[in-house]
């Protein structure tokens, strides 16, 4: 994978769990998320979401629910940390600091 395929996909991931982390309950589905991707000038397709969602279910910082047409993921106590910087992971971009 090229060096610029991995900066996305590392964004993509970090993205995701700052939505979800300030999403009420910490949830949100695949929809909405790529809504927000693009957004913030991630494009993503439904297929990349889903794939990034199974990487951070792997990974243990999302839970995620098929529900056939949807997804639906809750970010977990690992997944809100790396969102706010508590925490890093070499995988997932570092963000940025708020302010």
Known sequence: ???YAEHIRRHRRLAILRHLEACSEYTSNVSILSDVLRGVG???TRSQVVTEL???KENGFVTAIDHGDFVVATA???GAEIARGVTTHPEIQ??????
């Open 1 to 3: 994978m090229t060096n």
């Open 42 to 44: 991630v494009q993503s």
């Open 54 to 56: 199974a990487w951070l």
């Open 76 to 78: 977990t106590v690992s």
């Open 94 to 99: 570092r963000p940025q600091p708020r302010g």
